[in-house]
């Protein structure tokens, strides 16, 4: 098990998980978010390659109201 | 009313008004009040979602619904880097390059670090963003902006939801006389309509305001004073005002005046 910083919250997770299982291991289902590993971007292609790794930070951003 | 069709970024519009979506007592009201504004232009943000949001996003499905141009800021950063990172975040969700750059410099007024601001703008450009830069009203600032590729200028007339007005309507105007080929949008610090016909009769290309919209004891009703007002000074820029004048000249005709001086 590794640990990482979901918005702000810390997690245990499994060894290996790319983003996408780790969007799933955390429940998100809705589409419409977007998500920075360490504070970079990473696309929704890159998912599947993206590896989280201990101590990563990850957010996880949805739209809101803003001026 | 006055329906002129203007273009920014891209896109060409009748309104004049961009218009934002926090601060309403409702989701309910917000929506009534962007209708009622006749706003082409809406801003939103992004911010952090926990797993149990995941059912819906109530919020973003009114804006999708309401079928307007979507305006993302970057509201909040305090660095180039940060409102680089929430301006790709934001292409992806809202699925449009505009991004209203927003990097604040200083938490009490919430003033832009002009240094961050053109920074990031200039990787932004490049990465094929429309940079809707929030600035202040400083020349200089501007024309480093202009000069990394900004078409569009969004100095401020006083701090963000301070509803104050124009602070500067010199510089504003300086910046106007500098750049007759830029989009100028006046952002922030909007309080009154007449605030609002102000910098329109500047000639500044629309306004952008929140806070004096959704903070007013009815906002709906407010959202049309907005629409009308910013109408009214746009008529008034493209009619053209009088010239001051020193004294007073009296306005009507003196020839024929009853009476001339036969009263001792």
Known sequence: MIKVSVNGEMKEIEKNLNIKQLIEVLEYKQQGFAIAVNTTFVSIKKYEQTIVNDGDTIDILAPVQGG | MHQDSWEIGGKTLTSRMLIGSALYPSP???EEAIKESEAQIVTVALRRQSAGDGGGNNFWD????????VLPNTAGCHSAKEAITTAQMAREVFGTNWIKLEVIGDQYNLQPDP?????AAEVLIEEGFEVFPYTTDDLVV???LANVGCKILMP???PIGSGQGLMNPSNLKAIRKQFPELKLIVDAGIGKPSDAVEAM?????GILLNSAIALAQDPVKMAKAFKYATQAGRLGYEAGTMQEREFASPSTPTIGTPFWHQFK
Do not use: P
Not at chain 2, 62 to 69: P, S, V
Not at chain 2, 115 to 119: I, L, P
Not at chain 2, 201 to 205: C, E, F, S
């Open chain 2, 28 to 30: 309910a009201n917000m």
């Open chain 2, 62 to 69: 009114i804006i999708k619904e309401l079928n307007i141009n």
């Open chain 2, 115 to 119: 240094f961050e601001t053109v920074k």
């Open chain 2, 142 to 144: 501007a024309k480093r």
């Open chain 2, 201 to 205: 009769q500047l000639g500044y290309d």
């Open chain 2, 156 to 158: 401020w007339g006083s």
